[in-house]
């Protein structure tokens, strides 16, 4: 079955601590995305790739990192530089960038700090 | 002015209804326009997506665009709980950003609880 997979489905940081979020496709698209989801509000752009070794920074970037060393692959890591990271975070992808396509999401990846 | 703005509800009907959800957005140059539902705690999923002005049929679910008046709604004919949900509004303009990555917007969502 074709489809993105994003593990682990929740996540849990301690203070001070790094931890990064899966996100697996194997739909062939060259897009991917990461946004983040805060209670009763809609979707903000974290990063996007277009292609294998390439990314962009989004509206949000600022205490997040990513990497994109493979085409089914675009894991993001969560800093100790992000102040407030409890969030639901989604990551999609699309067959390209050209602004017309859909944007497929994966299941989230819910984050909580103790 | 927020770049893609809904109705955040809750928008209430009762089952076999009409649910009617609007959205508005600012920049002009939107070309591409989608409707996801977020069921609680999971992730979107498409709905509709839309080009043209003008009206578009899926079943249940039509989606109007009016790029003059710079809108778009979903109508959801015969309302099941089941489509008790939110509904995302994303718009794309191909052009914003300055790169040749186009920009997609979301709204912040309308609740819709469908009653039986």
């Known amino acids: 079955d074709g489809g993105i997979t994003q593990s682990p489905k929740y996540l849990f940081r301690k203070e001070g601590q790094n931890v990064t979020l899966s996100c697996e496709q194997n739909?062939?698209?060259?897009?991917m995305y990461w946004y983040r989801q805060d209670p009763g509000q809609g979707l903000r752009l974290i990063y996007y790739s277009q292609i294998v070794n390439d990314f962009q920074k989004g509206d949000i970037a600022e205490g997040y990192s990513v990497s994109r060393e493979k085409k089914e692959s675009f894991p993001l890591t969560v800093t100790s530089a992000q102040k407030n990271p409890t969030a639901f975070y989604l990551c999609?992808?699309?067959?390209?960038?050209?602004?017309?396509?859909?944007?497929?999401f994966g299941p989230g990846t819910r984050l909580l700090v103790l | 002015q927020k770049e893609v703005e809904q109705n955040s509800g809750p928008l209430s009907v009762p089952e076999g209804a009409i649910a009617s959800l609007n959205c508005t957005y600012s920049?002009?140059?939107?070309?591409?326009f989608f409707w996801y539902r977020q069921y609680s705690g999971k992730s979107p999923e498409l709905i509709m997506s839309i080009y043209s002005n003008g009206d578009k049929e899926d079943g249940r679910f039509t989606a109007q665009l009016n790029k003059a008046s710079q809108y778009v709604s979903l109508l959801i004919r015969d309302s099941q709980p089941s489509d008790s949900a939110t509904y995302l509004c994303?718009?794309?303009?191909?052009?914003?950003?300055?790169?040749?990555?186009?920009?997609?917007?979301f709204g912040q969502g309308t609740i819709l609880t469908v009653h039986p």
């Open positions: 999609a992808s699309s067959i390209g960038t050209g602004g017309l396509e859909t944007q497929y």
């Open positions: 994303a718009v794309n303009n191909p052009n914003a950003g300055g790169t040749s990555y186009g920009k997609l917007t």
């Open positions: 920049d002009r140059g939107s070309q591409s």
């Open positions: 739909l062939n698209h060259d897009a």
